[in-house]
């Protein structure tokens, strides 16, 4: 009742009455009144009204104002952390230099406000939403604090007077039980309800849940009554059970609890199964449990597996999993016990609303909190993830889960905390497993039969979607902490548990090879492979390793690899594995081989610990080395194209294998796995196995022909050198047995600069990171500048003349290139094998041009690091008798020129001989104990010392060769030579001697034996399994044609014997190496050479080391001859000519024919362009050949005829036409507007050329006569039409049927041909027209040039003549049809506001101005082009390939239609004087715009037009000569109003006086005096001296400023005219300097007069003043015009400056920081892509359907206004600048570059970026020039979407 009557109440009023009352210490009345009053008003049914809420307002401020309570309670904020929460895609900072934590973030604000200079910071977009870290210590240094948090503020903040959040503890517990009520009672289970709709009951709440938010960001005291609430169990316990009379509440509580049921990992069903299980006491103990129960379900499943067949491996697995685990309640259900537990349970239960994130996060800079919340998170842990899996936006989910995580684990103190507390790591591994768990498959490696392994389904949406990242980030992040990773590290059997989790990746994604045919369907799975071995194992692996870093953790990694051994053996007996791989089967995946390789790794070098004493013995080493030995081999394999049935993505897995993100976590520890068995096991064993992995063992012969049962012939050749190549990255590489972490980093750096010249950032990210990516630190990131700048100079980013943008580079040092370029890293290392030839190409070129060898080099032989003692081992390798044979019989092989040998295997045999010289093994006594059961060919070699064995001379060898062999054949020619009886015995008889010391060389019977005795004395049960069958029975395919056959072959040679043959082979000289050689050798000259130079070094290594080698070396270069080859009898010895020899040879003879072509391109260009010659008057004249008075011929580019362009089959130029608003852009002043980047900025567009020209043009159509003003003037400065051409011609008919070819051409074009664009045929310029030749000659010639000695009043008469002549419609011909169309095409090319200017649109006179004015643009545009003046000279590239006469016939062709009604050609107005017209006006009718007010140069371009073609020379002067008149006396006019009315009266006097001198029209100061008198007549010309005037007079007038300012008034108008008559008579334009260009104008265009004065140009027909004053009155009459107005048009400037793009800051950031933010001027939002138009400064929304009209989006509205369809626009988060040309845009690049000259697309890096100014000029120089259309090349069309 009593609510009812408070409620009535006003809410003020109210407020302060119940807030005084609770103030009484006797407050339960007022407690009872405020409980009913929420009862009423917070009534759960009765939705979330925005009335509630006011009244929750009004409470809270308890009677002040809500706003001022808020001031208040922030004045008592004590909180020294920023805490600033933003959501995905807000931009953020990160300091490397300053951050603790590698997650630490800081807001835009703190950045800007604490000191990073010279701090290792970039800029990034949030993906996930983070939070600020500024004043947090735990996180990051107190020095990168800004300047807000650095104070400790707490200390001096007043205590909080206790009554002013008094209201807020009373109130706050009852709005937020409301906010989980409407939680409890909206959430449906997803199984119930179809239409769940989450979103909902979201919105509904969302005024709420803002309020919460607003009253976090109060400050410090608000969070700690939040705080207490939340965390409060008693409030909590009243008010979520509900009353008992409360019905809702019980209702809603029943929700809850049922809500809460479904929150265990194991459901309710489960638990029945393992209760036995969850009964064990929860401790440590109860872990061995799982482990047991692991181990136990791999050997039960293998007992119970005949039982119950198949079925569900994984199921019976999980159930056991999930009902041991440590700690039963990370498995049951969920109890909360205050409001934070449950409003985050409803969080995970709505999967993260962002709202309620945010609100959670704002309450972090509260310590009490933090840890309460970190508690709640963890203990809802597995929650999460069970929600995760569930839900269909996993991906916002994840991000959101992350978004929380990351603030509350990236402290280390708190991590630490919650681990011990909440044990966080039994948490985390058990959920990854119970994760990992759902999408177990029965692995299929091996003995598919027999395998009892499961690894991971990678096709499952959890793997494939990522699923798992927010918890794997987790744990990397908690791992990261050195006290969290010791304690996982010191738990054994988390250990266990975790290596269990590892083993289910290990050999998942298996590839079978297909033999038969192409894979239907090309799975993609192996991203998910691939990104789950580096996230889910590498880096927890990376992250245990820096632990491991100190001889104080040794028995940690002791611990690590003892249970990685454990596993892998757990896994080989699961998988039944023996000994030999299984057929035709790869998988990429071994984390648990590579944990282990890692941690020996770094145990052995970091820790000092003995190798030996972490090795496993000999048989599993064994089994250990076969799957990444597997690897390798496959590697091999894909590359020979032995995989392709399998389809792309096979290649795929074999690059990102060794790409650089993932190379230190896959191939690295491979190889190093690999080095340490080889180091162990028996040498000969490995060599054997490797060439057997590799298949090539039946090429290993020495007999010309064999059988290879495994491999085609055309795939040996690729697997031998595989084979070889990896044997010497085995024994090469040094990365994990020796090397110093910056000598690694020096190599990475290398050999990835030698392939490719790289930008700054792409070679951070092709150096593999020491891990942990998050981190973003390279191994000593300090010494990477300093590394980079040791073997790399910068090359500074260069213009290349095709316009193309070059970033800057890094490219290897000389001394490099000379000392350190390594090929066997680069092979390593590279992801295409393109990129090895690109590293040994430009090896090549450095050797040429520093002239140290100029053929064909060969990779050079680079020195190794020292090995690490514990590797000794590895050397044996290079010395053992299996690969001696190897290498001997490939260099027989290569000598005999057998088949699929190479110039790549001879290379790599010599590496090997070369490293086996480099590493002698030391220990020699044990290599004598005889031991003939092990080394069944001993007689091939007597030791294993490869320097002994080099000399050692092999005679006979016996092969098995099929019967067909020539050798085969020689032996039956020797029977039958022996049958005859003239042979001696003795021959026979040492033939049988032979036979028995000849060896059969099978290497793979040898290690098949030896493998069967260590199998069968270690253990007996294996050798019962089922065996693959051996091997060794391939040598004989059943059914193979011919039957092989033992031979004898008689060698006689030794390696070094077999070298020197080698030796004269690729030199092609007999005795190539004399005896004196030897003595002169200097290894160190041998460093860089081809083949023969590397077997010199060779030969030099060995004779110097040993002394016996030299003796025979000297014996054979004493008797050396010539091998015999085989004959040559099968085809397929062709093929012996190196396949790269053909290739080089092909690649010459390309190499010759592009040369070839280029010149003759040249020559070409230089006919058809006339590029560099400076003929100057040759324009457009092709046959500048013939006579002058012939026709002109062209060329057509598409036909190739020649001849003139005639009426019935015109020739055309090729012409792009586009519309410009370059001109109308030009400012007065010559320095480019500011870009604005603060609000007090602005650009005012009122001062440009078009706005001026516009007003001018509106005031004449305010007071004169319409058609009179469309000739006064011109327009095109805003949306001119520009015709530029590439200068090729084509015959018009031509054109039609190639755009006709075009039309039907499928191809995708960058370009429409329906709108009649096409690429000249030619040159492949972009264009859009033809602009037809005219027939006849090509300039006015002879007769038309001849100086005329006619008087000036004859000349004006005949001009005056020629206009009255009638425009004759031309005959109706093609030419005509064509010239009607070009017409309409330049109608066509511009908007049509461009176009109608006239008060009737459509009319003849509007037409007739747009005509002209297309002549005018063009001419500006050139000036514009030559630099505003013609100071130049002809010389220009613009004149080359100008169109202008065509244009201009065209153009006069079509404005003779219009002749000029003679009463009022201006023509008359201009030579005579008339008197009597001013009486003809009608009143009503207007009068014609006064000739001092009219446009000079439009008037001239008019009267050329209109007057019949061609124009003889002289009448062209005339014209010139009277305008000149005109304008000089409108340059005085102007000038007269811009003296002080005292200067004026002083000059009017000096004029008068001189009026009667002779010569008195020749000077101006009679003729300023003329004017002065004559204006002063009009009423107020001169009185409204506004205060501009007085602003330009405060200086004084001297003779010589008045004669500058008049020449720089008539200075437009000479240069138009002259580059008029350049292009109608091919006048030269002669250069000059700029103070002489007035008077060499002047006399070019023939106006009498000496240098000396302006005035003296002038030529008068009839008296001077007579025609001033004339025009003159022609003004005094306009009595209806605002003197105002008058004026303004009497003063017109016509000087513009060059047209410039805005001027733009220096650093980026200041535009971004602006412009990223701010709000859109046409829709207020901010724009998702706001872009920047560089023309005129607008801010626009690129893409936004906010400011969409008619289906146009703002972009591209913008281009057609601004820019007449042409658009420059920089897109703020891009960084980048797009153009738009009319219907098609590009990207042009960005004029923005970082300290390494890098663009920074998308701002993905985030560091600083620096204006570049060339850049900057080449994109301004394109715009004035209009060529973006032919430099940039990629364009596509924006359908009006941007």
Not at 700 to 715: C, I, K, R
Not at 1431 to 1440: F, P, Q, V
Not at 1571 to 1594: M, P, Q, R, W
């Amino acid at each position: 009742m009593m609510a009812a009557s408070l409620l009535r109440r006003d809410k003020k009023s109210t407020a302060a009455h119940l807030k005084a009352d609770l103030k009484r210490t006797d407050n339960s009345s007022g407690l009872r009144q405020l409980q009913e009053l929420l009862d009423s008003v917070l009534h759960p049914e009765r939705g979330s009204e925005p009335e509630a809420l006011e009244w929750c307002k009004w409470l809270l401020a308890g009677g002040d104002g809500f706003d001022e309570f808020c001031r208040t309670v922030r004045s008592y904020d004590n909180a020294t952390l920023c805490g600033l929460v933003w959501t995905a895609n807000f931009v953020a900072y990160r300091c490397r230099t300053c951050g603790i934590s590698p997650c630490m973030s800081l807001c835009a604000e703190c950045f800007n406000n604490g000191d990073h200079t010279g701090h290792d910071f970039n800029m990034f977009r949030s993906q996930a939403g983070g939070a600020c870290d500024c004043g947090d210590g735990n996180v990051m240094r107190e020095s990168g604090f800004c300047s807000r948090h650095r104070l400790k503020t707490g200390e001096n903040v007043p205590l909080v007077p206790r009554d002013l959040l008094l209201m807020s503890e009373m109130v706050l517990p009852r709005f937020i039980i409301t906010i989980i009520q409407y939680l409890r009672d909206g959430y449906t289970e997803p199984e119930s309800a179809a239409d769940r709709d989450l979103q909902k009951v979201l919105q509904q709440l969302d005024l709420h849940i803002s309020f919460l938010e607003e009253l976090t960001k109060m400050g410090g005291a608000m969070r700690t009554v939040l705080t207490k609430i939340l965390t409060n169990q008693q409030t909590f316990k009243e008010l979520s059970m509900g009353q008992e009379e409360n019905v809702y509440a019980k209702r809603s509580y029943e929700k809850y609890l049922s809500a809460l049921k479904s929150s265990g990992l194991v459901s309710v069903e489960e638990k029945g199964a393992g209760a036995g299980a969850t009964d064990t006491p929860a401790g440590a103990g109860a872990l061995s449990l799982l482990g047991a129960t692991a181990a136990a379900s791999l050997e039960d499943s293998s007992k119970e597996e005949d039982q119950d067949g198949l079925q569900g491996v994984g199921q019976r697995k999980r159930v056991k999993l999930s009902s041991s685990t440590k700690d039963p309640s990370i498995m049951d259900t969920l109890k909360h016990k205050c409001f934070l537990e449950e409003l985050l349970f409803w969080t995970i239960k709505y999967e993260f609303p962002q709202k309620m994130v945010t609100f959670l996060l704002n309450m972090l800079p509260d310590q009490d909190y933090k840890i309460t919340f970190t508690k709640t998170f963890v203990q809802h842990y597995a929650f999460i993830m069970k929600t995760l899996m569930k839900s269909h936006e996993s991906d916002t989910m994840s991000n959101r889960i992350v978004h929380i995580s990351v603030q509350l684990f990236s402290n280390e103190e708190l991590a630490r905390h919650v681990t011990e507390e909440c044990q966080l790591l039994d948490i985390m591994v058990t959920v990854l497993l119970y994760m990992m768990e759902s999408c177990l498959i029965k692995s299929e490696l091996q003995d598919e039969e027999n395998n009892h392994h499961v690894v991971v389904n990678c096709g499952e949406a959890l793997l494939k979607n990522n699923t798992y990242w927010p918890l794997v980030s987790d744990f990397i992040n908690i791992l990261s902490h050195q006290s969290v990773a010791k304690r996982f590290l010191e738990d054994q059997s988390l250990l266990r548990l975790w290596m269990s989790f590892v083993s289910f990746f290990q050999g998942m994604n298996l590839n079978k090879r297909e033999l038969n045919e192409h894979v239907e369907f090309e799975s993609q799975t192996y991203y998910a492979a691939f990104a789950a071995e580096l996230e889910a194992c590498a880096q927890p692996m990376w992250g245990l390793l820096t632990h491991c870093k100190v001889k104080e953790t040794h028995e940690y990694t002791k611990t690590v690899v003892r249970y990685c051994l454990e596993t892998l053996q757990m896994w080989f007996d699961t998988i039944g594995f023996v000994d030999e791989p299984a057929l035709n089967q790869l998988t990429f995946h071994l984390p648990l081989h590579r944990y282990y390789a890692m941690f020996l790794s770094k145990g052995v070098k970091c820790q000092g610990l003995d190798l030996d004493s972490l090795l496993p013995d000999q048989e599993m080493l064994m089994k250990i080395m076969v799957h990444p030995l597997q690897i390798q081999a496959s590697l091999s394999e894909i590359h020979s194209n032995m995989w392709v049935r399998n389809g792309l993505q096979i290649k795929g897995q074999a690059m990102t294998y060794v790409q650089s993100h993932f190379c230190n976590s896959m191939i690295d520890p491979d190889i190093y796995l690999l080095q340490v068995c080889a180091s162990r096991l028996d040498p000969d064993y490995f060599i054997s196995s490797v060439f057997e992995r590799f298949k090539v063992v039946d090429l290993l012969t020495m007999a010309s022909q064999h059988q290879n049962a495994v491999l085609d012939s055309e795939q040996e050749r690729p697997m031998l050198e595989g084979a070889l190549t990896f044997l010497v990255i085995l024994s090469s590489l040094r990365v994990h047995l020796g090397m110093s972490d910056d000598e690694i980093l020096r190599a990475e750096m290398v050999s990835q600069l030698c392939m490719n010249d790289r930008t700054h950032s792409s070679l951070l990210d092709l150096i593999p990171e020491n891990p942990n990516p998050k981190s973003g630190v390279v191994p000593g990131s300090c010494s990477f500048e300093e590394m980079l700048s040791a073997v790399a100079d910068f090359k500074a980013p260069v213009f290349e003349p095709g316009g193309s943008m070059q970033q800057g580079m890094y490219t290897p040092k000389a001394e490099v290139w000379e000392k350190e370029f390594d090929p066997i890293m680069v092979i390593l290392r590279t992801v295409y094998r393109r990129d090895v030839q690109s590293a040994m190409d430009r090896y090549t070129a450095f050797l040429k041009q520093s002239g140290v060898h100029t053929g064909n080099p060969w990779p050079p032989y680079k020195e190794r690091t020292a090995l690490h003692p514990c590797y000794k081992g590895l050397v044996r390798l290079l010395h053992c008798k299996t690969l001696h044979i190897v290498i001997f019989t490939l260099l027989y092989k290569i000598w005999m020129d057998h088949q699929n040998m190479s110039e790549h295997v001879l290379c790599m045999v010599l590496y090997l001989i070369e490293l086996g010289l480099d590493n002698q093994v030391q220990d020699d006594k044990v290599e004598e104990e005889p031991c003939i059961e092990e080394h069944c060919h001993d007689s091939w070699f007597p030791g294993t010392s490869l320097l002994s064995n080099l000399h050692h001379v092999i005679n006979f060898v016996r092969v098995r060769v099929p019967e067909t062999a020539p050798e085969v054949e020689r032996k039956r020619e020797r029977e039958r030579e022996r049958e005859t009886p003239a042979s001696t015995s003795s021959e026979s008889s040492t033939f049988g001697q032979n036979l028995r010391e000849a060896q059969v060389f099978s290497l793979v019977a040898e290690r098949r034996r030896k493998f069967q005795e260590i199998i069968n004395r270690s253990n007996h049960e294996a050798s019962q399994a089922v065996r693959p069958k051996s091997s060794s029975s391939r040598l004989l395919p059943p059914g193979s044609p011919p039957q092989l056959v033992t031979e004898i072959l008689e060698i006689g040679e030794s390696m070094l014997s077999l070298l020197v043959k080698l030796h004269q082979k690729l030199s092609g000289k007999q005795n190539s190496l004399s005896l004196s050689w030897l003595a002169e050798v200097d290894p160190a000259h041998h460093a860089h050479g081809d083949g023969l130079t590397a077997i010199e070094r060779i030969l030099a290594k060995a004779a110097a080391r040993s002394r016996h080698s030299k003796r025979c070396l000297q014996e054979i270069c004493g008797k050396v001859c010539p091998p015999i080859p085989p004959k040559k009898n099968s085809p397929g010895d062709k093929k012996s000519m190196d396949k790269e020899e053909r290739r080089q040879r092909a690649r010459e003879r390309q190499q010759k024919l592009l040369a070839e072509f280029a010149s003759r391109q040249k020559s070409f260009m230089e006919t058809a362009m006339d590029v560099e010659s400076p003929e100057t008057d040759a324009v457009m004249e092709m046959g500048s050949a013939e006579p002058l008075d012939s026709e002109v011929l062209y060329d057509c580019v598409i036909c190739g005829q020649s001849g003139p362009s005639t009426e019935d089959r015109p020739t055309g130029l090729v012409v792009l036409l586009q519309a410009s608003s370059v001109l109308g852009h030009r400012c007065r002043s010559d320095t480019p507007k500011r870009l604005p980047t603060t609000d007090e900025e602005h650009i005012y567009p009122e001062d440009t050329c078009g706005a001026a020209h516009d007003v001018r043009l509106s005031l004449m159509q305010r007071y004169f006569k319409d058609s009179s003003c469309l000739q006064s003037v011109s327009i095109g400065w805003d949306g001119g039409v520009y015709v530029q051409t590439c200068g090729h011609t084509l015959h018009i008919d031509c054109h039609k049927s190639y755009m006709e070819s075009l039309r039907n051409d499928q191809v995708l074009q960058g370009f429409s041909v329906d709108k009649g664009e096409f690429t000249c045929p030619l040159c492949r310029q972009f264009a859009n027209s033809v602009l037809p030749c005219r027939p006849g000659r090509g300039m006015e010639t002879g007769a038309w040039h001849a100086p005329s000695n006619k008087s000036m009043s004859t000349l004006v008469r005949e001009v005056e003549d020629l206009q009255e002549q009638l425009g004759i419609f031309p005959a109706e011909s093609n030419l005509s049809k064509e010239m009607e169309s070009v017409i309409k095409d330049i109608k066509n090319t511009t908007q049509k506001k461009y176009m109608d200017y006239g008060k009737n649109p459509g009319s003849p006179d509007n037409d007739f101005l747009f005509m002209y004015s297309v002549a005018r643009t063009n001419l500006e545009l050139e000036l514009v082009h030559r630099g505003g003046n013609l100071c130049s000279g002809g010389a220009s590239a613009a004149a080359k390939r100008s169109c202008l006469n065509q244009l201009f016939h065209v153009l006069a062709m079509h404005m003779r239609l219009y002749s000029i009604d003679s009463a009022y050609n201006p023509w008359t107005r201009l030579t005579q004087s008339t008197h009597s017209r001013d009486t003809e006006y009608c009143d009503d009718e207007r009068p014609e715009v006064p000739m001092l007010f009219r446009d000079v140069p439009s008037l001239l371009i008019i009267f050329i037009l209109t007057m019949p073609q061609p124009l003889r020379k002289e009448h062209f002067t005339c014209v010139v000569k009277v305008l000149y008149s005109l304008q000089y006396t409108q340059a005085l006019a102007a000038l007269s109003v811009r003296f002080s009315p005292e200067e004026r009266l002083a000059w009017s006097n000096t004029g008068a006086a001189k009026k009667n001198t002779p010569n008195s029209d020749k000077s101006w100061e009679s003729l300023l005096g003329h004017v002065i008198s004559e204006l002063t007549k009009a009423k107020d010309v001169y009185d409204t001296s506004s205060e501009e005037t007085l602003v330009l007079s405060s200086s004084v007038w001297s003779p010589q400023s008045i004669e500058f300012s008049l020449q720089q008034f008539c200075l437009p108008f000479l240069r138009l005219s002259c580059l008029l008559q350049h292009h109608l008579y091919g006048d030269s334009l002669p250069g000059c300097l700029v103070e002489e260009e007035f008077s060499l104008l002047a006399g070019c265009l023939g106006l009498a007069g000496s240098a000396q004065s302006s005035a003296a140009c002038l030529e008068w027909n009839i008296s001077a003043l007579d025609l001033i004053s004339q025009w003159c009155s022609e003004v005094i009459a306009l009595s209806n015009t605002p003197t105002q107005q008058s004026v303004s048009l009497l003063v017109q400037d016509p000087q513009w400056a060059a047209p410039r793009l805005l001027h733009l800051p220096d650093n980026y950031n200041t535009i971004f920081q602006y412009y990223h933010r701010k709000s859109c001027t046409s829709c207020g939002k901010t724009p998702k892509d706001p872009a920047l138009c560089l023309v005129c400064g607008a801010f626009v929304c690129l893409k936004g359907h906010c400011c969409k009209q008619q289906g146009v989006c703002e972009c591209v509205l913008h281009s057609q206004h601004c820019g007449a369809a042409t658009g420059i626009f920089l897109l703020i988060n891009a960084s980048v600048i797009i153009i738009i040309r009319g219907h098609r845009f590009c990207l042009w690049g960005s004029v923005y570059l970082d300290a390494h000259g890098e663009e920074d697309r998308d701002l993905r890096r985030g560091k600083p970026l620096y204006l570049c100014e060339e850049r900057y000029r080449v994109l301004e120089q394109q715009w004035v020039s209009h060529t973006f259309d032919h430099i940039n090349k990629r364009w596509g069309p924006h359908y009006n979407g941007l």
